[in-house]
T-cell receptor, first 111, second 117 residues
Framework: GENVEQHPSTLSVQEGDSAVIKCTYS??????FPWYKQELGKRPQLIID?????GEKKDQRIAVTLNKTAKHFSLHITETQPEDSAVYFC??????????FGKGTRLSVIA | GAGVSQSPSNKVTEKGKDVELRCDPI?????LYWYRQSLGQGLEFLIY????????KSGLPSDRFSAERTGGSVSTLTIQRTQQEDSAVYLC???????????????FGPGTRLLVL
């Protein structure tokens, strides 16, 4: 079955800098990759997703890139702000099973 | 419409007691998922339902855990003879299901915080 690895487990950046979180997946048939943000004490919430028919998707300061050949996808946050501090989870699915989540990245944005 | 709801929001119980956790998915969502999240940890997948059936129960931690879903809507997760290591946040999520795939987004509930003393 699918296995999703996520790096780094923790990330600290200065406010205004960029943050990049990377995930790799094992199932070449996977074709849907969402990213969730979980603030302290809150539920995970979808922030962006990408399907395998595109290589990049942007939404304001957030972008996701997908490299199907290398089987990895990344979350890019530009101009980071303190409110971006949270745990971020990547996930993937081939469509035959539910989402498989990475173990999460704790992002701290230092003012 | 309303999002995924869960009850109770918090539950404190004594070791050895049984607990029931409830999840109300988004109306019309056919798929429902249960996860466990220990403090500062990731999402541990427990079980999912497609309609009322649960094709794969292998994620349940032990035979003290069971789940059911009736009427294709509400689900309950039951933990029998609770242990202190069961203390965690139990999250429920639901999604629609496109024909032939699981590519619909999962929407999470607020979770039930379980503390076993």
């Amino acid at each position: 079955g699918e296995n999703v690895e996520q790096h780094p487990s923790t990330l600290s950046v200065q406010e205004g800098d960029s943050a990049v979180i990377k995930c790799t997946y094992s199932d070449s048939a996977s074709n849907y990759f969402p990213w969730y943000k979980q603030e302290l004490g809150k539920r995970p919430q979808l922030i962006i997703d990408i399907r395998s028919n595109v290589g990049e998707k942007k939404d304001q300061r957030i972008a996701v890139t997908l490299n199907k050949t290398a089987k990895h996808f990344s979350l890019h946050i530009t101009e980071t702000q303190p409110e971006d501090s949270a745990v971020y989870f990547c996930a993937g699915t081939s469509g035959n099973t539910p989402l498989v989540f990475g173990k999460g990245t704790r992002l701290s944005v230092i003012a | 419409g309303a999002g995924v709801s869960q009850s109770p929001s918090n539950k404190v119980t004594e070791k050895g007691k049984d607990v029931e956790l409830r999840c109300d998915p988004i109306s019309g969502h056919t798929a429902l998922y249960w996860y466990r999240q220990s403090l500062g940890q990731g999402l541990e997948f427990l079980i999912y339902f497609q309609g009322n059936s649960a094709p794969d129960k292998s994620g349940l931690p032990s035979d003290r855990f069971s789940a059911e879903r009736t009427g294709g809507s509400v689900s309950t997760l039951t933990i029998q003879r609770t242990q202190q290591e069961d203390s965690a946040v139990y999250l429920c999520a639901s999604s629609g299901r496109l024909a032939g795939g699981w590519r619909e987004t999962q929407y999470f509930g607020p979770g039930t915080r379980l503390l076993v003393l």
